[in-house]
Structure formats: C-alpha cells, structure tokens
C-alpha cells in the first residue's frame, strides 16, 4: 500500500529469519480458514467455537511441526513456536493450542516413553484426545515442588491411585478441562512402597467419550476470566482415581510392576528440574505469542496516529495528525524499536532451542533456561505495557472493542503470571548468573539461593551470548566515547551488568543458616534488577547481531536508528543508576533524552511500513481505526467543509 | 476484625474528612439496596439491571446532593461528588450515574437557566428523565472547539436546526445514547444569521417515551467495550433536527426570537472555556472513583498477599506469607502510600469546588480547573498501573473474574483517556502554571500555549496550595539535611517545579510566529513534565497537611511513615532527575532506595489495616481470595498435613 523507503522485502526477509517457509505457510493457512477472533460470543459459545477452531488448525497440518518424526511429526520444535506466535490475533485459540500441543502433547512427548508416544500422539496431534496440562493447583503455583495431590503406587493391581487431599491440593487454571479435555497429564507427588519420590506426570482419564467427567474425578469451572475466555479453565479434583502402572510418564522416572522405582537422575530435586526443562517450550511460546501480540497493537496504534489529526497547526490550514506530537511518539516509538529488539532476541532463542535438542549439553539447556525465563518475563511486561499505551494512544476509540485493543489486552495480561510468575522467573534467572549454571537446581528451590550463593559465588563472569564474535569486534573497534556509538552502547549495558551482578554477588555472601532468608530477601530488588540487566544486554546484543546481518545499506541504516533507539531509551528509563554510579555526566544524561527525541522525530516517516515488516497475518488486522474509517472519514470532512465553510 | 495497632476510628474520621455524613449516608444505602456488579450478565441484560440500579439509587435520595435547593436538590456538590466515588466497587453503575446526574444533569444545572432547572431537574434526579451528554464527535474529542455539528437558528419557526453534516461529526460514545436516554446536551456551533458564536449546548429530544429514535434522529449502539458494558455508550446522527428555541442552555449565550446573539462574555474562547470550567464536576469525579477504584483493588491484593504463602522459609517449618517478600511489598505498598496522599489532595480538592461554588472568583476557578485536570490524570495513571500491579500480585487469581480485579481494571481503564485524555489535559495544567491563570483560555486552544507563552511568561511562581501555611512552617523549622526530614523533602518537591517551570519558559519563549509548533512540540515532553511535578507537589502539600491534623499520636506517626514513603517514592522514581540536576549526590540516591525498603517493612504489618481504614463498603469486597478461601484451605492443608505427612 505505502512506498517504504527501505527494501520492505529484505526487511521481511531478515525479521522471518530461520523459520520464514514455517512464517509463509501459516499465513497461507490463515487465509485459508476462518479462525476469526471470537470474543463477541457468550462464553459457551466462544469456546465452543474456539473447539471447533482447533480442529480446523489440527487439519492444516501446522501443529504437527512440533512432533517426532516418528509420530508423523514435523520434529521442529522452532517452527511451531514460531507458528504458534502467528495466532496473535486470536489469542484464545493460541492459548487453546498450546494447551494441546504445547504442553499436553509436549508433555507426552517430553516426559513419556515410545509406548506413550505410540499410544496417544496421533490423537493429540488431530485433536482427537482433548488433552489438559495439570500442574498448577490452587495452592502451589509458583512453587510446583509443593504440590500436594498424590500418586501412590498399588502394587496389588499394578495401579496407581491419583488423589487430591484437600482443596489446596486442587488443580487449578487448567485449560481444556472445563469442558474439552479426555485427558491430563497431571503432576503428582509420587508414592511407592511408603516412599515418596517427588513430582512425577501421569496420564489420567478425566472425561468419558460422551463428555462426563470419569468416576472419582470432579470437574469445576473457572468461570469467567479477563480475557481468553474462549478457553475452557477448569479445576480438577482426583478422589482415588486409579489409573494403569503404564499411565506414569517414565522418561525420567519407573515404577517396576513390583514396585521398585528407577530412575537415571538420582537426585530428587534435579530429576525435577530436569522434567521442568524439557517442558521449556511452552514459556518461549508465550514469549513469542506476548511479542506478536505487541506488534499488532503498535500497528493498529501506528496506523491511527498517522491518521487521526487533532489540534490546528498554528500557521497551517490543517491539524496536526497526532503521530507528529513528541508525546505521541515518546509513547509509541521507544516501544516499537523494543519490538524489534526482542523480536531478534526471540529468532535466537528459537534457534537455541533448536539446537539444545540435538545436543542436548547440559550447560547449554540450563542457558536456554535462563533465556527462556528472562525473555518471557521481559516480553510479556513489554506487552502489558506497550498495549497498555497504544490504547491509550486512541482514546476512545482504543477502548471499543472492535478496535481490538481491549481485547489484546485483557487476553495478554496473564501471560506476566502464567507458564511462571515473572518475579519469580527473573530470579531464577539470577541464580543462573550467579552460579554459572552450576547444578544449582540440585536440591534447591528458588529461595535456596541465598545460602547456595553463600557458598559457591566467585565473581561476575559475563556469559556471552550467541552474537558473541560481532559484539567483541564491534568493542574491539570501538574508540568513541559517544552515546551513538554501538561500542559505547554495548560497554554500557555489559558494564552494568557486570557491576550489578557482582555488587549482588557480594551481598548475597554475607547470607548464613540462620540470616539466608533475611539477607536474601533484603537484596530481593537487586537479585530482580540483576536478571534484568542480564537480558537487556542479551537482547541488544541479538539486535546489534541482526543489523549486522542486514545487507540492504538503506535497512542497515534504518535498524541502525531503531537500535539506537532502543540502546538509549533503555538506559534512559534506568538513567538514575547510570548517573547513581557515575557511569554518565549529568551533561551526557540530559544528551541521551535529546537523542531519544531526535530519534523518535527520525523514525516517525517509516514508522507504518516498520510495523508492517513485521507481517503480522493480515488477517488479524481488523480495527476499524486501522484499516481506513479514519482516512473516510476525514476526506468526507474536508470534502464538507470545501463546500460549506463554517460562517 | 483485626487489631490495627492504631486508632482506626479517628483515622476513619480523618480519611472521610467534611463529607463525613455524607460517606456513611452512601455507606448506609449501599448496605439497604442491592447494587451488586453485574458484569456477568450478556451486554443487553447488564445494560437493563444497570439502568434499574440506577432508578433504586435515585430513590436512595443521593443523587440529589448535587441539585440546587430550589428543585429540591441538595446544593451540596462536594457531597455529589463523594457519593459518587463510593459506587466504585459497581463501576457501570457509577458512570451511568455519573452521566445522568454529573453530566446531563450538571450541564443542565450549569449551562442553563430558571427555565431549565423548573423544566427537567425533577425528572432528572428522579431519573424519569434518562439523558446524555453529547459533547465528544469522533473528529473532535480532545479538540472541542472544533466540533462539527450545527445549530443554525431559525427565526421564522424560531427554532434550532441541530445537524450533523458528516460521519466525523457524530457523537461518539455517548453514555446512555445506545438504549435508555430521552434527552441529550448537545453540544454544536451555534449559527445565528449566518454568523457562528462558537460551541454552545442545547437539549435535544433523541427518543419518545415509546423508546423510539426521535424524527430525524440516528442512534447507532459503540457495542462491546473492554469494560463497564454496563452503560449504553452510542453514536448520535442529526438530521436536520428542529428544537424550539427555548431549548437553548442560554446562561452563557442566547438567542433572541429575532435572531439577535448576547452574551454576557464577549469573548468566544473564554466563553467556551468558561462553560467547560463549570462542567469540572465531572473529572473531580472521575479522580475521586479513580482513587477509590484504586483502594478496593488494593485491598484485595493486601488481604490476599497477607494470607497467600508461597516457598518455604528456610530454617522454619512454614511457607513464606508472600507479602513478606520485599519484591511483594514493592509493588503494594509505595502504591498503598501513594493512594493516601491522593486521598488527601482529592478532599482539598472537593473543598475548593464547594468553595468556588461559593465565592466565584475568576482566578480560584482556573486554580481549581487545572488542580482537576493534574489530580484526574495523575490519579487515573495511578489507578491503572496500580491495579495492574494488584491483578500480577495475585497471579493467575487475580484474571479470574470472581476476584474482582479483572473487572476493576477494564472498567477503569478508559478514565485515562475520558473527561479529558491525561496527556492534554496535562498540557492544561502546564499552560496554566506558566501563565499564572491570566486569562490564558482567551481565544487559544491547548496549541496556542507556545505563542502565548513567548509573550507573558516571565518567571516560575510557585503557586501555594491550600496546605500553605502548614507547608511553610515545616520548612522554615528544616534545618536538617536528612531524607527523613518533612522540610527536606518539601524543599526537594518544590525546587524542583520550580527549576523545571523555569527552564520551559525560558525554552518556550524562542517561539515565535513561524516556529511556535516546532518550538512547543520539542519541549513536549518538558511541558508534561511540569505538570507532573506540580501535581506531585501538590499532592505532596496535601498528605502533610493531612499529618499535621492527626490527633492520635500512635495514628500520626504511622501516617508520618506513609508520608515518607510517598514523599521517598516519588523522589526515587524521579531519581534521575534529582542526580542530573545535582540535587543529591550519587550516596544520597542509594539512601533513599535503602530507605523506601526500610520504610515498606516498617508499614507492612499494618498494610490490611490501613487500607480498611478507606471505609471502602462491605459490599464491594466479594473476592474470594480477599473474604476468607485462602486461609480456609491453608487450615485444611495444615490439618491434613498434620495426620498424613508426605512420607
């Protein structure tokens, strides 16, 4: 539609990345079904309708990518995290599908053996076995080593019996169990022969092919949500449901028909995280999904404020189309060259992804980890945020919801807390950083950090990320002491980084038996703030990486500007510690806010055709204010006034 | 329930401040009548109990505070205005009462006469006379000036010809439009003999008693919104609409039977914005159910935070409460802080619109209409990130709509952008600062400020608030450098506006004919930041004054620590303007983030106490995780616990 003045193809082409036939074929896919968003509908319908969405995804093939080979899978884990972020604008059926084939079917995939895989993977990938995730229960969420239902092992009839004690001990959230699911993988504290071994998955039947829920299971619903409520959210309540010995998902755990449990990982607690790592592919998704959904509410946002106009233009015969405002731009810009940023962060994460599962290095999987957790976290926030002000961007109009951004936002506000609380991903980011990703999940929750810390913290070592050789040769280059200088940036961030992480290190030392929790939690703000630091770099470090792999000189250009923007406006929005730890003058501080203006004024022109480089399904983009009405509705104005001047 | 370590009642006293009577009045109403949220109903439905809600309340007898004394009425605006926040926990409810008593209503009170008043207030407050405030076209909403839609006189029918001349022209998302409103306030350039007088309202007939659209007359439905779909928000379209002449609201100019326009301001920019300022009502409310939205969010996160455990505590045999957690009070208690000072600037607020009522004076009534505009927008900010932060704090609890959040936040997220978006009417706020409320609306939109300025602005005033005297007195008693010190941080709030006011006139007064866009644009983000600070002072002034009238030394003291962490918080979230300008040093800014942690500990224990001391009502608070489930199953969890330990 628009003359970009940049190569948009190229531009495509570098954002679409590894995975661009994965990116092509959903598009087509979307094209050819009717997956519209269906939030107008009351709840029965709405899901109901999502149901049926998700059978009509199951026949396009796409959700396959991500199963063995074995199965009639597409073995690529990438692609269909990749084709799951594709479903932004229907944010119901995304979260419906990485229910089923995300984390149900991850689940089986991940934590069963080949007579699960063989058994159950068909169904799944057809939609055929509704599946639920069951995890969470209402009294352990974050702490998922405390769960509380049982699986005790009954060797008489080679049974074991799945059992929620007490209502804390429900299931809580899950998805698909309100009213689709056959079947749940459900986390259970594992019992045999008196002996517990921890948090171990099972199969557990909890509907019967007419729809009731199986003898001894109780079924709730969670009723109305803010948002995804196309998604059946249930509790599920076990009272000694029996299920075969064959049921356990004994990749990482056994139970002999005698009763004799087995296992390759001795350790109760890293056999637990171990499980847990596997499953990493569910918070990547949401990662990419939080990011997809930010950037078609910065296009709908974008595209109103290049056309709405508000204000005469003193000296002009118009009014001031309300993207030319600074304020506008401060509000939309900072966050769309972020989107880019972590758009870039995202492709490499996928990739790490990727290749964890065929190495399968143990130091690599817990970085892929840590990554995984810090991007989620820090994604999702952006989404809350960004969203947040693109609807306030519109007014009134960000507010009806045919504009879409209500919806957006109410369906993307739960992933700061779900697939892991923020807060507590961040921390467990730090503790990465801080043990090197040494064993530190062997027997230690999160709040083990403090005295682990204690014991093992040496010093800051930066951990380079994938962009590793360009970022060196670009400080190595780097002489300039200017804050437009890629190398300034880039010491910057490290440089913060590393002082915050050591800073931390020293204060978490001082934690004892008796004082661990007090020290631990009196640093809690810094623990936070040194995962941040951590991925801010990480993520300028993929952006700086990409610019480099840009070949089209008039892109290179235009990334460049956008990764200035991002660089500065980060380290203005914690301008307080740079200026705190004389890493900045005062002069260079009040230069970086005029740096961000200047910027913000220097994108504006190509901020639209920026945002659509994106190709975010075009489908998807429906907003009435997005899509023209604005424009009409002007031209009939001006067309009004021409002939019938106001006296 | 509990035992707050201080005297709860005359902290209730204090909190509920002149309109004491008032607030136990409403309390007392809301125990006798059921004005339960009905959000879970399908649109139509909600719509219909919202407007039978709205008939029990005109029967309560409250609404009719607001009303002069000659139709019955109360005469008692602050009072309007505290009744209407207390419906914060049924927030269709409260806008649908807001647009039939506070706008309809008020523009009828305010912008009409005798005739009028006799006429409709009866059935106004009765709510016979359902109405809507027709201002807002979907060209023009931050840009009233600009309206499209015509009221050309006729004086051969002596009639009013009330015309929408294109879509943009429509009136957009009118309360009460879309299903129960008779009436509308329609505001429209005023054409007489071919010559315009500017925007004037006028009452327009929009549905028979049958409920059908009224000759000429097109009522479109906005639809679904993100929130409050309890009110009937619609779109207006004359055609060639014929009202008699008397239907002119003509306090402020009128139209003799001959055609002849007076007015008693001869100005048509002061008259425009003279007849806004009496409209102000609407935003005081806005800012006031803002902040008690606020409060009822907050309590339900503190009551769950201070049940909800989560991790154990090493060393001890229990799980950590979650709001032991620094992170946790992090988020809730400089929130909880700042809600107190809002409190307080709100109830100086209120008083200064009884007060206005009263005197007239020109000059308090700029001072009251900008302290409106910064208190709404700073308190409607406060509002959404505030319970966006409550909504993350309970985790997935807080998206399930029975716990009430997920509802909180959609319906409040539309007052940043209503009765007046934030960001302009920031930009009032600053305009007002800068010309010391000389005449400043005369013949200049929000626009004009640039030109203006560069003419009168000659230095920043500090404008003192109503806390005056008691502000003076504490800083001449400063003498002590400490951060702790009330005059320290009073000196810090007002040194910096005043440094910030300073440097925008002197950047703004380069504008000149040519370049007064460019030159104001490029301040933009000064302009918004001058207002912020002058607010932040304001609110500051506000909580201090508040301490000062604590009797209960156990409650002062408390209130002092709140005080602190407000004045503390706000400093450090401005951090960065504090170390850039040298106004403390690098040592000082780790201080005051040492001291906001100090400050959250030493105010956690007493957090569910003191947001109970609001006197938010009873009824409001229907959240299972804040009213009992979260303790009920930790008891059960225990007691099973403790006859089945996990082997």
């Known amino acids: 539609m628009t003359h970009p003045a940049f190569d948009a193809a190229e531009l495509r082409t570098l954002l679409d990345g590894r995975w661009a036939s994965v990116r092509e074929r959903v598009r087509a896919s979307l094209r050819d079904n009717d997956l519209a968003n269906a939030d107008d509908l009351d709840t029965e319908s709405h899901r109901a309708r999502t149901f049926e969405q998700l059978r009509l995804l199951a026949k396009s093939g796409v959700p396959e990518l991500g199963f063995p080979v074995a199965q009639g899978g597409g073995g690529d884990q990438g692609g269909s995290v990749v084709s799951l972020e594709l479903l932004c604008g229907n944010l119901s059926l995304m979260v419906k599908a990485g229910v089923q084939w995300g984390l149900f079917g991850g689940a089986v995939v991940a934590l069963g053996t080949e007579r699960h895989h063989e058994r159950y993977l068909r169904d799944i990938m057809s939609a055929e076995l509704p599946g639920c995730f069951a995890m969470t229960e209402t009294g352990h969420g974050s702490d998922v080593q405390r769960l509380r239902t049982t699986a005790t092992y009954d060797p008489a009839t080679r049974e074991f019996v799945v059992h929620t004690p007490h209502e804390a001990a429900r299931k809580e959230y899950i998805g698909n169990a309100a009213r689709d699911g056959r079947m749940a993988a459900v986390f259970a504290q594992l019992i045999v022969g008196g002996q517990s071994h921890g948090v171990h998955a099972l199969l557990v039947p909890i509907r019967d092919e007419a729809g009731n829920a199986c003898a001894g299971v109780r079924i709730e619903d969670c009723g109305r949500k803010a948002g995804l409520n196309g998604v059946d959210n249930g509790r599920l309540h076990f009272d000694q449901v029996r299920v075969p010995r064959e049921n356990l998902l004994n990749r990482y755990g056994d139970v002999a028909e005698d009763g004799t449990y087995s296992s390759p990982i001795d350790s109760e607690g890293k056999r637990f995280f171990t499980m847990l790592g596997t499953l990493i592919r569910g918070r990547i998704s949401v990662a990419g999904t939080a990011g997809a959904a930010t950037k078609l509410a910065l296009e709908i946002a974008l595209r109103y404020a290049d056309a709405r106009r508000q204000f005469d233009k003193p000296g002009a015969d118009e009014e001031v189309v309300v993207l030319d405002y600074l304020a506008h731009q401060r509000k939309l810009l900072p966050p769309l060259a972020k989107s880019f940023a972590l758009h870039f962060a995202q492709e490499e994460l996928v990739q790490a992804l990727d290749e964890v599962q065929r190495s399968g290095d143990e130091r690599t999987q817990r970085e892929l980890e840590s990554h995984a957790a810090g991007l989620k976290a820090v994604t999702t926030w952006h989404a809350t945020h960004t969203i947040q002000a693109c609807r306030e961007a519109c007014g009134g ?117 008796d004082n661990a929790f007090e020290v631990f939690n009196s640093a809690q703000d810094h623990v936070l703030r040194a995962a941040r630091v951590h991925i801010d770099r990480i993520v300028l470090e993929a952006f700086v990486a990409a610019v480099d792999r840009c070949q089209d000189p008039r892109n290179a250009e235009l990334l460049d500007k956008l990764c200035d923007l991002y660089a500065l406006s980060t380290i203005e929005e914690d301008k307080a510690w740079f200026l705190e730890h004389e890493r900045i003058s005062p002069r260079r501080a009040k230069a970086i806010t005029r740096a961000v203006n200047t910027l913000c004024g220097e994108i504006r022109p190509h901020a639209v055709d920026l945002v659509e480089a994106f190709g975010i399904p075009r489908q998807w983009l429906t907003a009435p204010i997005a899509t023209g009405a604005e424009e009409a509705r002007q031209e009939a104005q001006i067309a009004h006034d021409k002939s019938n001047p106001l006296p």
Chains 1, 2 share one sequence.
Do not use: M, P
């Not at 009806?400 to 700061?416: C, M, P, R």
């Not at 300034?488 to 204060?507: I, N, S, T, Y």
């Open 397 to 513: 109009a960000g507010y009806i919801s045919e504009n879409q951004l209500a919806g957006l936002k109410a369906d993307t506000d739960v992933f700061t807390t779900f697939e892991g609380d923020n807060t507590v991903l961040l921390q467990l980011v730090a503790k990465g950083l801080l043990t090197n990703y040494k064993d530190q999940f062997d027997d230690l929750g999160t709040l083990g950090l403090a005295k682990f810390v204690a014991d093992q913290f040496v010093g800051a070592v930066i951990e380079r990320s994938a962009a590793h050789s360009i970022v060196q040769r670009i400080i190595d280059a780097s002489n300039k002491d200017d804050i437009l200088d890629r190398g300034w940036q880039l010491k910057a961030f490290e440089d913060r980084e590393e002082h915050v992480l050591d800073g931390l290190g020293r204060r978490l030392r001082k934690a004892g038996k």
